[in-house]
């Protein structure tokens, strides 16, 4: 199965959406060569997509893209609340909340925010970022086979334009194609959950006096709820480019030729409530909301990723969330197995921990749907807390209770009732704000490309373990002594205490994974701290 091969690589990457430019940025800056094909020729030309939470925002900051995604997402940067109302002219009209972080309490959390850049936007970003750090990307080149044996996969793929096939070998394949993945398909993996939802279709449009019917209200979608023309409203740039989503019935004979121009016109004009309004229509494309979930995220050397292992309805954005933080996920586990840092077994624990996040994120997103009386969507809101129902902690306060963790009790839920993130092993490590040569970073900072070992300044131990520990191994591991002492290699600003922040003490240490994941922590001091720690790590890489 080696024979005959024109290019090897140790990943290929099947899809060059959200989840697939994002894998790609994130192993080019882990140095981790491969080649990405996208069927399609360019990156996506409708906007959608738009929500990026806060854990999204963060992945990209440590990647050195957020501030780019927020250049690109500028027009939008006012847009924060969400408005149900019975048309945009009446008096039935309410903001199911008006800031998504109202007097801005996230910060205590993260350094980032969330951010509003319809996929169009975000995912040239990516390609010019993925690139930058080194990235293969081929567009109009479709996957055509693959086989997998025991040593890596073996796959052609065909340039669309010139015909040309080309035969890839690559140590692992992640496919990120979708939610009708012919990978997944061909692996022979099923899916869970409801199935289909709703449809809807998306209906770009320009007009120029709709911006004077909205007024300053500077929503991120208002669902309008008139029976006979209910859908979504969306922005594009607040003055003339705009998105409403319109129920379609498939199921009830209803086709795409059926929504012609006029009759999208008039549809858009009556859920707002402006019979005079100008409307031109300038797109169309059908969608499909459906709650799915792969049985597997993977078989072999081959891992599944974004919609090929999760299908969400799109009520809170959770499904391209879900898939970038996948493809995160999985990068930092790729490199560690590929460098030969850690044992295949780490592979293992990507499903582990993303396949109960995406079971619980799912459910989450149609109970969404109909706590904002999504058009089109017939279920009940069912339970998660009233309308807000705990968005932050399923976007950012999820835990891994089994995988590459130590100490998780296994039957805790994948979503806790509140927020905490106060250093439990298996949750995403605190945020804190530190000094370091001079200047000023968050903790969240320090984890992309290792594991990152933090302790008291006062304790000069724990360091001491990590770098004799890195040593035996051959592994990426810093250590940073944390304090207000003169030789602290971070300082804490204002007298916070790192140690109750982060669930431990001045005697103890934590141990943060690459993806910003703690791994493990010691609360109390360890009689023998480099044969603790090389245990820790020994267990964490497989390579017991």
Known sequence: MNENVDLRVPVLIVGGSLVGLSASLFLSRL????????????????????????????????????????????????????????????????????????????????????CLCSQNDLEPVLVSHARAQGSELRFSTELLTFEQDADGVTAVVKDRETGEHTTVRADYLIAADGPRSPVR??????????????????????????????????????????????????????EEQWVFHAPWQ?????TLEDFTDERCAEHIRRAVGAPDLDVEITGKAPWHAA???????????????????????????????????????????????????????????YEAERLPVARATSARASARSGEHSHPGYAGSPGPGGGRKGGMLTVALGYRYARGAVLGVDPALPVVPEGMGLTGEPGTRAPHMWLGRDGGRVSTLD??????????????????????????????????????????????TEDGADWAASHGTSAEGAVLVRPDGFVAWRSETAAADPEATLYEVMMTLLHRG
Request: glycine share 12%; aromatic share 6%; with cysteine.
């Open 446 to 491: 320090l984890y992309e490309k290792s594991f990152v070992l933090l302790c008291d300044a006062r304790c000069p131990d724990w360091r001491t373990a990590a770098q004799q520990v890195a040593k035996r191994l051959s592994v990426p591991l810093e250590a940073f002594g944390v304090g207000s002492l003169p030789d602290a290699d971070l300082e």
């Open 291 to 349: 709650e799915r979930v792969a049985e597997r995220y993977g078989r072999g050397r081959v891992f599944l990723a974004g919609d090929s292992a999760h299908e969400m309805s799109p009520t809170g954005a959770f499904g391209s969330n879900t898939g970038i933080q996948d493809a995160h996920n999985l990068a930092w586990k790729l490199a560690a197995v590929l460098d030969e840092a850690a044992g295949p077994g780490l592979l293992g624990t």
């Open 31 to 114: 140095g981790v060569r491969h080649l990405l094909v996208e069927k399609h020729g360019s990156t996506s030309t409708h906007p959608r997509g738009r929500g990026n939470n806060v854990r999204t925002m963060e992945v990209f900051r440590t990647a050195g893209a957020e501030q780019l995604i927020r250049d690109a997402a500028s027009v939008l940067a006012d847009n924060h609340g969400i408005l149900q109302a019975g048309s945009l002219t009446g008096d039935d009209q309410e903001w199911l909340f008006k800031e998504i972080d109202p007097g801005g309490g996230l910060a205590r959390f993260s350094p980032s925010g969330w």
């Open 250 to 254: 498939p199921d009830r004979g209803e």
């Open 185 to 238: 398909e061909q692996l022979g993996i099923g899916q869970t959950g409801p199935g289909d939802l709703f449809h809807n279709v998306s209906i770009t449009f320009r007009s120029r006096r709709l911006a004077s019917v909205v007024g300053d209200r500077r929503f991120i979608v208002c669902y309008l709820t008139n029976p006979e023309a209910d859908g979504a409203l969306l922005p594009v740039d607040n």
